[in-house]
Nanobody
Framework: QVHLVESGGGSVQAGGSLRLSCVAS????????WAWFRQAAGKERERVAG???????TYAETVRGRFTISQDTSKNTLFLQMSSLKPEDTAMYYC????????????WGQGTLVTVSS
């Protein structure tokens, strides 16, 4: 059972930056995939960024060039560096773990709230 805990959310003005972290505990498969999702009030959850075991990254078009996903495998930690934040980035951000990249999420974190004011 993988347990994920996010941190790093907060309130920031537009144009600012935040770095989210997600620490995984329990057994994690070394070929697992990881991702960040977000869900704004009244909207569906959307995938923001992903990274596979080879370090290949993918981004939603809305965050490409502003967000960077990375991981420290030695510490079982996933990061999301967010820059040039916009009010529309306001959402609850969730870390996700996949045993296989093409499958559904196997574990979710509890979320961390990001609020961007104009």
């Amino acid at each position: 059972q993988v347990h994920l805990v996010e941190s790093g959310g907060g309130s920031v003005q537009a144009g600012g930056s935040l770095r989210l972290s997600c620490v995984a505990s329990g057994y994690t498969y070394d070929r697992a995939c990881w991702a960040w999702f977000r869900q704004a009030a009244g909207k569906e959850r959307e995938r923001v960024a992903g990274i596979d075991s080879d370090g290949m990254t993918t981004y939603a078009e809305t965050v490409r060039g502003r967000f960077t996903i990375s991981q420290d495998t030695s510490k079982n930690t996933l990061f999301l560096q967010m820059s040039s934040l916009k009010p529309e980035d306001t959402a609850m951000y969730y870390c996700a773990y996949f045993l296989a990249c093409e499958d559904s999420v196997d574990a979710w974190g509890q979320g961390t709230l990001v609020t961007v004011s104009s």
